[in-house]
């Protein structure tokens, strides 16, 4: 049986159609359906990536944070005291009072409403302090020296007459603020 040229042609054209579907079917459908299931995977993965890099870009900027608040509770300890410490603070001024040959009249109050909800309260100490100018300043640069962060609002200086013209006396007065914690 002879085929005719047109059904070699069609036979041909068969055999090419089938041969293409099975091709189709059996290696392009499935490499297509791996590569989409690889897109997706990917697009999961890329979206796990960027929720966990905003998570540690929010951890880091918390620990920013705490690192602040640390910074901050520590400025807080430095510019305050706890309710036991007074003591230490009035011997410690009479010390640096006697060390610089000034006399000294000190008191102390206590406001336990502080004007800020990280204090406790507050310490107001009345200074009356009398000797030489250069004595009292040096007295005041000492003041200023101690570990303590004391709030000044305002101070009078006064110049008292005395015997000796070659000394020159004087009488400071102040309030100085202390904030207190409640420790």
Known sequence: MRL??????????????VSGSAIVIFFILPALASIRQA?????????????????????????????????????????SISRSDEDEIIKRLETLAS?????????????????????AGY??????????????????????????YFIIPKMSIEKVKDGDPTQSHVIIQFSAILNSTSS
């Open 123 to 148: 310490y107001v100490f009345h200074f009356a302090t009398q000797g030489s100018f250069s004595n009292i300043r040096a007295y005041l640069a000492s003041l200023e020296q101690l570990p303590y």
């Open 4 to 17: 005719t040229i047109t059904q070699k042609l069609a036979l041909t054209i068969s055999l090419f159609v």
């Open 99 to 119: 060390t610089h040959n000034v006399e000294q009249e000190l008191s102390v109050s206590y406001n336990a409403e502080g004007g800020s909800p990280d204090f």
């Open 39 to 79: 897109t997706e995977s990917m697009a999961a993965h890329i979206t796990s990536e960027n929720n966990e890099l905003e998570r540690l870009r929010l951890l880091r900027r918390s620990l920013t944070e705490i690192d602040q608040i640390e910074t901050n509770v520590a400025t807080l300890d430095a510019v």
